[in-house]
C-alpha cells in the first residue's frame, strides 16, 4: 500500500515538474550574434587571457555562439563540442544572420571564393549567408551564386584532400576542414584508386544550382564539370550501374548550353562531353555493336571532341584533352558501319566474327578455302570487336584487327602467317595496367614483316604517345618516335585512311 | 323506340289510332324493361288535357291482351330454351330424365325447360389467394415447427381441367374455389409448413416447400378435375420480436458470408501480392542476373586486357634484355680493346724507355769518353803547366770573389798557396786539380 501510494507521488510530482518545464520559458538563441572563426588553430581559452588554458583549438570556418564580450575576448559558445571558452575577437568575424547582413556575406562569400586554402572559412560563410537570406533571394541569382559558391569550395576542398601533400601539418589542417565542412552537412564519398583514397563531393549544391532556372552558363558548366569528374565514378561500380551512371552524366552535361561561356570552360564541358559520350557508345556497344546508338553517340563524342578549340587550351588542360582524345579515338571505328561480309578471294582472308559464349566475340578468320566452319584462325574475345576496322596487309599474311576490351582502351590485334599456321598477337596500348589508351594500325611496309602503329596511353600516371615501326615477327618494335615526322618509314608507309581518321595526329 | 312509344301513348291522349300490331307489344316491355324515362320534353312542351288520361274501354282490352303477351314473354326470357355460354364456359347440360351428362363450350345449347338443367362452370385460370393466413397475426396463421405464427402471402392460380373425369361426369360442386381448391391449400399448407421451423420457412427452403406444396397440391387437385397452374409463395410475414432477431441474425449470417468473402477477398488479395512478389521477384532475379552476367563480362575483358599487357611486358622485358646483353658485350668487347690497346701502349712505351735508356747509357759512355780524354789531355796540360790552375780559378772567381781571407803561409809562401797546396804537393796538388777539372768537365756535360 505504502508503495503504492509513494508511486503515485512520484507519478504526480514528475508530471508536475514536466508541466512546469514546458511552461517555463525557452532560453532564447544568444541576441549577441554569432561568430565565425576565420583563423586556423585559434584557441578557445577558459578566461580572457592570453596565458590561460586552451579549451579547444578551433579552425577557420566554425561558428560559434556569442554570448559576452570580455576586453577584447569573445565569450562563445560552441555547439559543436558543448564547450564555452573565450576567444580572441581578432580571430573571428561577428554576423548576425539578418536579412540585412545578408548582401555583405555575399561579398565576403564572392571575395573568398577564389582563395585557395580558404574553402572551410567559405563554407561556413556559404552557411550563414544561406541562413541569413530570405527564401526569396535564396531562389534567385544570389541564391544561384550562393549555391555554386558552396560547390565550388566543397569540390575544390575534395580536390585539396585527395592529392598527397607533404608535412603533417597540412595533412591535419585538411583533415580539421574536412571535419568543418562535414559539420555544415557537405558529405564526400571517398573511394580507393590504384591504392589511395580519393575523396569527392557528393554534389548536392551543385544538383540543386542545375535545378535553378535563374543559374547562368558559367556556373551550371562549373557544376556539371564537378558532377561529372571522371575520377569520383566509384570504381567498383558494376558494370550496369556505371551505364546508369554514363548517362546521367550526359543529361546532366546536356543541361549546360556552351554558347556563351568563355573558350576554356566551354573546352572543358566539350572535351567532358566527349568522354562521357565514348564511354556510352561502348557501354552500348558491349550490348550490341551493330545498334545505331552506339554510331550515334560516337558521332556525338567526335563532335564534341572536335569542337575543342587547341588555341584557347590552357596547359593544365592538356592532360584532360588528351584523354578525351583517347576515349574518342577507342570508339572511333563505331561511325564506320561494319561492311558485309564478301566472299574471299584467292589466299586473301578476310575476317568474320559470331557470337561465342554468352558476351563473347568470335573472331573468324578465312579465306576461299577455308570457311567458316573450318577457319583458318577462331579467336574469342569478351571485348568488343570493331569489325570495320579489319585490315589486311598486300601480301595477305597479316590481318590488324581493332578490339576494346575496356572502356577507354582498344587494343590492336594482329593475325599473322607464321610456317606452323595463323598466329594471333595482341599489341596493347602500353605495357602497363589497362587505363587509357589506344593501338592503332597505320598502315603496312611491303614485304610483308613490317607495320606502321599508333600508340597512345596514360598508364601509371603517365603518358605516351609514339609511332612505330613494329616487325610482325614477335611484334618487336624496330623503330619508335614521338613525332611522326622524324620517321621517314612511317611517313612514306602510312596509310592515307588512318591518316584522315586519326586522332593521334591532333 | 320512339316512334313505337308515341304509338302506344298516342290513343292515351285519346286520339284515334290504329290498332296495335301484335309485335308492337315488345317494345313497350322493351322501354319498360330497359327503364327508360320517357322523354319530358315536347311533352311538357303542350298543356296537359287531363280527358287524355281517362282509360277507355277499348283501350283497357288492349291493356289486358298486352300484358298477356307481356307475361308470355317474360316468362320466356326468364326461362329461355336456350342457353348461351361465353368463351371459356363450359357448360354440363343433365338430361334429367336419361340422366345424360353432356359438356357443351362455347356459343349456345338448348335448355329445354324441365328437361335440361345446365350448370355453366368457367374453364378460365381463377386464383386463389388465402387472406386468413397472409398476417401472422390473422386469423389462421400457419404454425411452423416450433408452434410459431407466421403468415404466407400464397397464390394459387388454377383452371379447371374439362378433360378429367370429374367434370365430365358433372360431379363438380357449384363453387369449385370454395369447395375444391381452398380445402386442399388449407389442408396441404398447413401440414406442409408444419414440418418446417420459421427459419427454414423464412430463408433457406423456401423453395423446397413450394416444390412440396406444388407437387402435392398439383396431384391432389388433378383428382378432383382441376389443373394447378402454378403456385407461388410470396412474402412470409414473421411474429415481431421473431422478425426482429430472424432480422438480426440474417444479418449475422449475411455479415459472416461477407466476411467470408471478404476473407476470400483478402486471401485472394494475398495470393496476389503473392503472385506479384514473386514476379518481383523474378524479374529481380533476372535483371540481377543479367546485371551479374555483365558485370562478369566486364570483368573477363578486363581480365584479358591484363592479360595481353603482361606477354607485351615480357617481350618487353626480353627485349631490354636482349638490348642490355648487346650492351654487356659491347662494352666488354671495348674494355677489352682498350686493355689490348693500353697493354700496347704500355708495350710500346716500355720498348720506347728502353730504347731511350740505351741510348742515354751510350751518349753516357760516349760523353764519359770524351770527358776522359778530355780530362787526360786537361791532366797533361795541368801537369805540363800547373799555373794554369791558379789561372782558370782565378779566372772563375775573379767577378764573383773580391776576397780572400785566408791565413799566411807559415813558410812564407804565396799567399794563395794554402790554396793551391804549394810547391810541397805539387804531385798532389796536380792530381786534386785534375780531379776539380774532372768534376768541372761532368759538370758542364750534364748541364750540357
Redesign the interface.
Known amino acids: 500500500m505504502n508503495a503504492t501510494l509513494a508511486t503515485l507521488l512520484a507519478a504526480v510530482a514528475s508530471a508536475a515538474v514536466t508541466v512546469a518545464a514546458e511552461a517555463a520559458p525557452q532560453p532564447s538563441p544568444s541576441a549577441q550574434g554569432s561568430a565565425i572563426v576565420v583563423q586556423d588553430q585559434a584557441s578557445l581559452r577558459a578566461a580572457p587571457r592570453d596565458g590561460a588554458q586552451q579549451q579547444a583549438s578551433l579552425w577557420q570556418g566554425e561558428v560559434l555562439e556569442v554570448r559576452g564580450e570580455r576586453l577584447d575576448y569573445l565569450q562563445v559558445w560552441d555547439h559543436k563540442r558543448e564547450r564555452g571558452g573565450f576567444i580572441r575577437a581578432s580571430d573571428v568575424r561577428r554576423v548576425a544572420l539578418t536579412e540585412a547582413e545578408g548582401p555583405a556575406l555575399l561579398a565576403v562569400m564572392r571575395f573568398v571564393q577564389d582563395t585557395p586554402g580558404a574553402e572551410a572559412l567559405g563554407i561556413g560563410l556559404t552557411a550563414a549567408y544561406l541562413q541569413a537570406a530570405p527564401a526569396k533571394a535564396l531562389a534567385g541569382e544570389e541564391g544561384a551564386q550562393a549555391f555554386d559558391a558552396l560547390g565550388t569550395f566543397a569540390d575544390r576542398l575534395a580536390r585539396r584532400a585527395s592529392v598527397a601533400v607533404p608535412g603533417k601539418a597540412s595533412g591535419a589542417t585538411l583533415s580539421a576542414h574536412l571535419d568543418v565542412a562535414n559539420g555544415y552537412g557537405v558529405r564526400f564519398a571517398t573511394y580507393e584508386v590504384e591504392g589511395r583514397m580519393q575523396v569527392c563531393y557528393e554534389g548536392e549544391a551543385f544538383r540543386r544550382l542545375l535545378a535553378m532556372p535563374v543559374a547562368d552558363a558559367e556556373q551550371r558548366a562549373r557544376a556539371a564539370l564537378a558532377l561529372t569528374r571522371p575520377e569520383c565514378i566509384n570504381p567498383d561500380l558494376?558494370?550496369?550501374?556505371r551505364a546508369k551512371v554514363t548517362t546521367w552524366q550526359a543529361d546532366v552535361l546536356e543541361r549546360v548550353d556552351v554558347a556563351n561561356l568563355p573558350g576554356y570552360l566551354r573546352n572543358r564541358v566539350q572535351m567532358r562531353r566527349a568522354s562521357v559520350w565514348g564511354a556510352a557508345a561502348f557501354q552500348q556497344a558491349?550490348k550490341n555493336a551493330a545498334d545505331p546508338a552506339v554510331a550515334a553517340a560516337a558521332a556525338r563524342a567526335l563532335t564534341e571532341l572536335s569542337g575543342v578549340s587547341k588555341a584557347e587550351l590552357p596547359d593544365e588542360d592538356q592532360a584532360a584533352y588528351n584523354d578525351a582524345a583517347m576515349r574518342v579515338s577507342a570508339v572511333r571505328w563505331a561511325l564506320v558501319p561494319a561492311a558485309a561480309p564478301v566472299a574471299a578471294t584467292g589466299n586473301r582472308p578476310t575476317l568474320l566474327t559470331e557470337p561465342g559464349a554468352?558476351?563473347?566475340t568470335c573472331v573468324l578468320l578465312v579465306d576461299a578455302q577455308h570457311s567458316a566452319k573450318a577457319p583458318l584462325l577462331r579467336r574469342c574475345?569478351?571485348?568488343v570487336v570493331w569489325a570495320a576496322s579489319a585490315s589486311t596487309n598486300r601480301e595477305g599474311t597479316a590481318v590488324a584487327l581493332a578490339v576494346q576490351?575496356?572502356e577507354g582502351?582498344r587494343?590492336l590485334w594482329v593475325l599473322r602467317k607464321t610456317q606452323g599456321g595463323w598466329l594471333a598477337d595482341?599489341?596493347?596500348p602500353?605495357?602497363?595496367?589497362?587505363e587509357t589508351g589506344v593501338a592503332e594500325w597505320a598502315g603496312w611496309v611491303p614485304g610483308g614483316q613490317q607495320m606502321l602503329v599508333a600508340r597512345e596511353a596514360r598508364g601509371q600516371g603517365r603518358y605516351r604517345k609514339s609511332f612505330e615501326v613494329v616487325r610482325l615477327e614477335?611484334?618487336?618494335?624496330e623503330r619508335v618516335t614521338g613525332d611522326v615526322a622524324a620517321l621517314p618509314l612511317f611517313q612514306r608507309w602510312q596509310d592515307p585512311a588512318w591518316k584522315r581518321e586519326t586522332l593521334s595526329l591532333r | 323506340m320512339k316512334a313505337t312509344w308515341n304509338r302506344i301513348v298516342q290513343p292515351l291522349k285519346g286520339r284515334r289510332s290504329t290498332p296495335l300490331p301484335e309485335a308492337g307489344t315488345e317494345p313497350v316491355l322493351d322501354a319498360d324493361l330497359q327503364g327508360i324515362p320517357p322523354t319530358t320534353g315536347p311533352v311538357s312542351a303542350a298543356p296537359l288535357n287531363w280527358a287524355y288520361l281517362l282509360p277507355t274501354a277499348r283501350t283497357v282490352r288492349w291493356l289486358a291482351a298486352g300484358a298477356v303477351v307481356a307475361a308470355a314473354g317474360l316468362m320466356v326470357y326468364r326461362n329461355p330454351p336456350v342457353q348461351h355460354l361465353a368463351q371459356g364456359d363450359l357448360g354440363v347440360r343433365l338430361n334429367q330424365f336419361t340422366g345424360a351428362v353432356s359438356l357443351w363450350r362455347d356459343g349456345s345449347v338448348w335448355v329445354v325447360p324441365g328437361l335440361h338443367t345446365v350448370r355453366v362452370f368457367s374453364l378460365r385460370d381463377q386464383s386463389y389467394r388465402p387472406e386468413a393466413m397472409r398476417q401472422a397475426t390473422g386469423s389462421a396463421p400457419l404454425q411452423s415447427v416450433e408452434g410459431l405464427s407466421l403468415g404466407l402471402d400464397l397464390s394459387v392460380r388454377y383452371a379447371l381441367d374439362p378433360n378429367s373425369p370429374a367434370v365430365k361426369a358433372g360431379n363438380l360442386p357449384d363453387n369449385v374455389g370454395a369447395d375444391i381448391v381452398e380445402p386442399a391449400v388449407q389442408g396441404l399448407v398447413y401440414k406442409v409448413f408444419a414440418r418446417y421451423t420459421v427459419r427454414e420457412i423464412f430463408s433457406s427452403k423456401r423453395a423446397e416447400i413450394a416444390q412440396i406444396i406444388e407437387t402435392e397440391l398439383r396431384a391432389r387437385l388433378a383428382a378432383d378435375g382441376v389443373t394447378l397452374r402454378s403456385l407461388q409463395i410470396g412474402k412470409v410475414d414473421l411474429p415481431a420480436e421473431y422478425r426482429r432477431g430472424m432480422d438480426s441474425l440474417l444479418a449475422e449470417e449475411l455479415a459472416s458470408e461477407k466476411m467470408r468473402y471478404t476473407l476470400e477477398l483478402k486471401d485472394k488479395r494475398v495470393k496476389e501480392t503473392e503472385l506479384d512478389a514473386n514476379a518481383d521477384k523474378v524479374r529481380r532475379e533476372v535483371a540481377a542476373e543479367a546485371a551479374a552476367r555483365e558485370q562478369v563480362i566486364a570483368a573477363k575483358a578486363q581480365e584479358e586486357a591484363m592479360k595481353h599487357v603482361l606477354p607485351f611486358k615480357q617481350r618487353q622485358i626480353e627485349q631490354r634484355q636482349l638490348e642490355a646483353e648487346a650492351e654487356r658485350v659491347a662494352r666488354v668487347k671495348a674494355a677489352e680493346g682498350a686493355a689490348q690497346a693500353r697493354r700496347i701502349e704500355a708495350n710500346g712505351e716500355a720498348d720506347a724507355r728502353q730504347k731511350l735508356a740505351e741510348a742515354e747509357a751510350y751518349r753516357m759512355d760516349r760523353v764519359g769518353k770524351v770527358n776522359a780524354e778530355q780530362m787526360a789531355r786537361e791532366g797533361a796540360l795541368v801537369t805540363k803547366h800547373p799555373l794554369l790552375i791558379q789561372k782558370t780559378l782565378a779566372d772563375k772567381l775573379s767577378d764573383k770573389i773580391q776576397v780572400i781571407i785566408a791565413p799566411p803561409p807559415t813558410n812564407g809562401d804565396f799567399i794563395g798557396a794554402a790554396l793551391l797546396g804549394g810547391n810541397r804537393n805539387a804531385q798532389a796538388s796536380a792530381a786534386q786539380a785534375a780531379a776539380v777539372a774532372d768534376d768541372a768537365s761532368t759538370t758542364q756535360a750534364v748541364e750540357q
Open positions: 558494376p558494370a550496369h550501374e558491349r554468352p558476351g563473347e574475345t569478351y571485348g576490351p575496356m582502351w587494343e595482341v599489341l596493347p602500353a605495357a602497363a595496367t589497362p614477335g611484334l618487336t618494335t
